[in-house]
């Protein structure tokens, strides 16, 4: 079946514009995270939802960071006013409700932020 | 102090040779615990779980340590394609993953 996916893959900004990221995943995947990963870094948690609850933004690094879950399916991240120290890749994971250490990951959008 | 700390290596082995390392956990209340694998510019995508009592998975064997908190990965038999970067991953409490930076192995012909 279908895994995660991601879009844009890639993606060169000018500092200060804003920036949308998208993810569509897995069907059927109640819980969803986003994550970024700098060059020899680990994940960095971002914002998590499940299901209809209340989203966590405990890990948004600032409010310029901002995301939404529509339908209880696709997701946006998105950044405002990026800034150099945004340049990173956004990897967004799913998982089945309760299984959380299973996360399924997209292949990621690598922002560039010039 | 990082949540989970890896030593990045690279460790560099020939083919067929035994690499094992491991990874360390600040918080003793984590209650399980995952390797993860990642090859260059992909997707993490989960290698094994690691239990209590250590488990194997072909060439591959896991060990846990609470009372030292860390977690080993052992390779046996090292393959071209072991290459990547294996990611120690401990889950909290709640339902969140920490992620190390990752351990890169390189196995050469």
């Known amino acids: 079946g279908a895994g995660v996916s991601q879009s844009p893959s890639n993606k060169v900004t000018e500092k200060g514009k804003d920036v949308e990221l998208r993810c569509d995943p897995i069907s059927g995947h109640t819980a969803l995270y986003w994550y970024r990963q700098s060059l020899g870094q680990g994940l960095e948690f971002l914002i998590y939802?499940?299901?209809?609850?209340?989203?966590?933004k405990s890990g948004l690094p600032s409010d310029r960071f901002s995301a939404e879950r529509t339908g209880g399916s696709v997701s946006t991240l998105t950044i405002q006013r990026t800034q150099q120290e945004d340049s990173a890749v956004y990897l967004c994971?799913?998982?089945?409700?309760?299984?959380?250490?299973?996360?399924?990951f997209g292949p990621g959008t690598r922002l560039t932020v010039t | 102090r990082k949540e989970v700390e890896q030593d990045p290596g690279p460790f560099n082995v020939p083919e067929g040779a035994t690499v094992a390392f491991n990874c360390t956990y600040s918080n003793s209340a984590s209650q399980s615990f995952f390797w993860y694998r990642q090859d260059c510019r992909k997707e993490p995508k989960l290698l094994m779980s690691v239990y209590s009592s250590g488990n194997e998975d072909g060439r591959f064997t896991a060990q846990l340590n609470r009372a030292s908190q860390y977690i080993s990965l052992l390779i046996r038999d090292s393959k071209l394609s072991d290459s990547a970067t294996y990611l120690c991953?401990?889950?909290?409490?709640?339902?969140?993953?920490?992620f190390g930076a990752g351990t890169t192995v390189t196995v050469r012909a």
């Open positions: 994971a799913s998982s089945l409700m309760g299984q959380s250490y299973e996360q399924y």
């Open positions: 939802f499940q299901g209809n609850s209340a989203p966590d």
């Open positions: 991953v401990v889950n909290r409490a709640d339902y969140k993953l920490s």
